[in-house]
């Protein structure tokens, strides 16, 4: 679909609220927990500083003010329909400028869908003249309580950070001083599918993370293994603020939702020939009549939105034909299926420094701590490493965003085996939320992902009699009622963050006692948490320790740090693929045995 310029009016008020986030640097502050030891010191946490709310309010009002005044275009693509009934007349390639809306839709509520969210773009250029602004407008899904899914096309070439805004918690667009209970967040970084093309618009899919979380429910993508939701016939809900006739130019002032089948890849190809791409793309909506009366579909405006199957994200709203009711048209969505992988990398990123690479903690034995952070795919890709002050005292420490507000939580354990949440409090430091006692009965812990599919980071547990638990995540800090997933795990060592073999769920890793390294893909439910496992290799009984926080190197695939009995790090780069998990190991450094904890 495509985004075409709005005509509403859309002012809204120039009064400033409290800034969400400063971007200043955390100060170190000991805390003491009742009847525990010493809380640990709060982590050097930096950021970028964000835009204040008035700034937020001013560019959504340029964006609806230029929108408006016809003086500037959503981005999306174009696609003008050929002649149907000539061979070697087809439609032509999607070009890059898009166009969304929904057709034949009715109204939706913000309490049906509280995920969705509007994208609000505004440059003035830095010149008094508005011929040469640009603003834009596309829709979004809330799939984290910062991270905000979108297309493509509505992210790349523009820089949301200084120019974007976003609205939550709203089904209107804002009318003069009225958010409608809206509440508006800036952009912190934008993340665009590296195989994005613009010129034919596959692997249309983006995500931007938020200066906050939002306090809205989320909706999360489908996973790699779905083929149901996207059998022909299949019902869909498509949701959007974009033009709802093709004689108008109007966006719709409210939310509005229709319901399409699922259809084969076979229908869009046969109207789209070689511009519909199977593996990227997916096909929905009946063919379009010709004019409105007849036509259900996404038009401009609609770009980004989400195709809603099960309770699930299916697709991202993406291209069609220019007017959106061609007669024999399909509408054309980013098949989320193909980028779970690549997107759930981007909402669980393991971040401490908020660059969207993975960091490590690292902790001496005479108690003090620190935070190295990732230099990304180059050597040494550790370095620049910040004090953390005084950790003694604790058994475990392990990293882990388990409230998804793209500050990383630090899990600890002290001495009497009672286990805390040390978690940004959403103002202006971190804070511990007690889990529970009783956790020095386990051998180990780590925090994977989320293993049973709730969308919440969940907690895998070995206890000193060999059972593995896994503890379902409530996404504030704290873990539900613990699944047994199963015994004789006694001589294993486990490890592991993130989706290894990018099917959209993460896995576990785990060294049995002959030195051989398995991987346990994930399900993505509770029970059976883990599948059938895969040997990676053997040999992995030289090394001492594991550190997992992530994708340390930026590609959208966790990898694996390993360090050695000598004290030297190695890095283990994943590939995204089961049968052959890991690249050729990296010399990180020497010198580690230094350190006897790892987050």
């Not at 950070?161 to 804002?174: N, S």
Request: proline residues 6%.
């Amino acid at each position: 679909m495509t985004s075409t310029p709005r005509r509403a009016h859309l002012a809204l008020p120039a009064a400033a609220a409290a800034l969400a986030l400063s971007g200043a640097v955390l100060t170190t502050t000991p805390a003491q927990a009742s009847g525990t030891a010493p809380v640990p010191p709060q982590p050097a946490v930096t950021g970028k500083a964000g835009a204040s709310q008035a700034e937020l309010l001013e560019r959504i009002q340029g964006s609806g003010t230029a929108l408006a005044d016809g003086t500037a275009t959503v981005p999306g693509a174009e696609p003008e329909a050929g002649a149907e009934s000539e061979a070697d007349a087809s439609p032509e390639a999607p070009s890059g400028t898009a166009d969304p809306k929904i057709i034949g839709g009715t109204d939706a509520t913000i309490a049906e869908a509280p995920w969705m969210v509007q994208l609000h773009y505004y440059d003035n250029k830095g010149t008094a003249d508005p011929a040469d602004d640009d603003g834009y407008f596309c829709g979004g899904t809330l799939v984290a309580p910062a991270k905000v899914l979108t297309a493509a096309h509505c992210v790349s070439g523009l820089d949301w950070a200084t120019h974007g805004a976003v609205l939550a918690g709203t089904d209107r667009l804002p009318d003069g001083d009225d958010l409608h209970g809206g509440r508006v967040a800036g952009v912190w970084r934008q993340w665009v599918e590296p195989t994005y093309n613009p010129a034919t618009l596959a692997g249309d899919v983006a995500v931007l993370t938020l200066t906050e979380a939002l306090p809205y429910k989320t909706l999360q993508l489908t996973p790699s293994s779905d083929t149901v939701s996207y059998a022909n016939g299949t019902p869909a809900t498509v949701y959007g603020w974009g033009r709802t006739s093709s004689t108008s130019d109007d966006i719709s002032l409210t939310l509005k939702k229709a319901t399409v089948p699922m259809r084969s890849d076979a229908a869009c190809t046969n109207y789209w020939g070689t511009d519909f791409r199977p593996g990227p793309m997916a096909c929905a909506g009946d063919p379009a009549s010709g004019q409105d009366t007849g036509t259900v579909s996404p038009c401009n405006g609609d770009s980004g939105g989400p195709l809603v199957v099960n309770g699930r994200i299916a697709g991202v709203v993406s291209w069609g034909v220019e007017d959106c009711v061609s007669a024999g048209a399909h509408s054309v969505f980013a098949k989320t299926r193909s980028y779970v992988g690549a997107v759930n990398a981007r909402v669980d990123d393991a971040d401490l420094d908020f660059d969207g690479l993975a960091d490590l903690f690292a902790r001496t034995p005479g108690g003090e701590a620190y935070e190295y952070y990732s230099l990304g795919d180059k050597w040494p890709y550790l370095a620049n490493r910040v004090s953390a002050d005084d950790w003694s005292g604790l058994s475990l420490v392990r990293q882990a965003d388990l409230n998804r507000d793209f500050f990383q939580d630090y899990l600890y354990r002290t001495p009497d085996g009672v286990l805390y949440d040390f978690a940004f409090n959403g103002d202006d430091r971190f804070e511990s939320i007690r889990v529970g006692g009783g956790w020095n009965v386990m051998k180990d812990i780590r925090v994977p992902g989320d293993l049973s599919g709730d969308a919440r980071p969940d907690l895998v547990a070995q206890d000193k009699y060999g059972v593995l638990w896994l503890y379902p995540g409530k996404g504030d800090g704290t873990f539900g009622s613990r699944v047994r997933i199963g015994g004789g795990w006694s001589s294993y060592t486990i490890s592991g963050k993130g989706d290894y073999d990018r099917d959209g769920k993460p896995d576990l890793l785990a060294r049995d006692g002959s030195g051989v390294m398995w991987l346990y893909p994930g399900t993505g439910v509770a029970s059976p948490a883990l599948g059938k496992r895969i040997r990676v290799g053997g040999g992995w009984n030289t090394y001492d320790a594991f550190a997992t926080a992530g994708d340390v190197t930026g590609d959208g695939k966790p990898d694996l740090l390993a360090r050695d009995t000598s004290g030297v790090m190695w890095l283990y780069k994943g590939t995204g693929s089961a049968s052959a998990t890991f690249a050729s190991r990296v010399r990180v450094g020497g010198g580690w045995n230094a350190f006897n904890l790892f987050g």
